[in-house]
């Protein structure tokens, strides 16, 4: 681990895991969402929600859902800029069974109507775990190039997903199918040697059953489909 994977740049808060961790798993809300939401709940677990506020665990869940990074030196004013933002939240607690100390669950919604529910762990040194998305069990962290791909429980799917990358020259580093139900909604969380580019991801969006992509990482920029 880098050093600055425990303090960044510059750390804004006084805890890696109640608040670099907490921006992070913000911003991978943001990301998966598509962008800023206007309306968002996090509601709080374990050591997160008995001594978050002192940590100021809210404002950097807050500002990771703005697109901040760690090192932010407006996060301490989250709730200000999540007004010019127009993003309305609420912060409350919640018992999660079986969860991390360190864990939120968000909902989020964008202005079109798209909703994101994603449950995520601080693991401490600024390292993260995402555990749900939308319900569907997943675990991947964000430290590597991640394809998180919504697709359709359907025959072939995932045969059409890793052929394609095959025959692009990306390397499946890790890779992990998880669904809701029998021929309901699923989700591959897929991560890869080399970084997908965005013309790899609208060829990805057009394959048998998929509904959308995202690219996401810890280092790399974020695109979606």
Do not use: Y
């Amino acid at each position: 681990m880098d050093i600055f994977d425990i303090l960044g740049p510059v750390m804004v808060g006084p805890s890696s895991s109640h608040t670099a961790g907490a921006v992070r798993i913000g911003r991978m809300a943001n990301s998966l969402l598509g962008g800023v939401p206007v309306r968002a709940k996090i509601h709080l677990h374990g050591s997160f929600a008995e001594t978050g506020a002192g940590h100021g665990t809210d404002l950097a869940l807050v500002s990771g859902l703005l697109g901040m990074q760690p090192d932010d030196l407006r996060i301490p004013d989250a709730r200000r800029e999540a007004e010019k933002a127009g993003m309305v939240f609420s912060v409350d607690t919640i018992d999660l069974r079986d969860a991390h100390p360190n864990t939120a669950l968000i909902e989020a919604w964008k202005d079109d109507g798209k909703k994101l529910e994603m449950q995520a762990s601080s693991l401490g040194g600024g390292r993260i775990q995402v555990n749900k998305i939308d319900g569907i069990e997943v675990n991947f962290t964000g430290d590597f190039n991640t394809l998180v791909i919504r697709n359709r429980d359907e025959v072939g799917a995932l045969a059409a997903v890793t052929s394609f990358l095959t025959g692009e020259g990306i390397n499946v580093a890790n890779m992990r199918l998880s669904r809701g139900k029998r021929g309901g909604g699923a989700i591959m969380v897929i991560e890869t040697d080399q970084k997908v580019s965005p013309l790899q991801l609208e060829r990805i969006s057009e394959l048998k059953a998929v509904d959308s992509v995202i690219c996401c990482g810890k280092e790399n920029e974020e695109d979606g489909i």
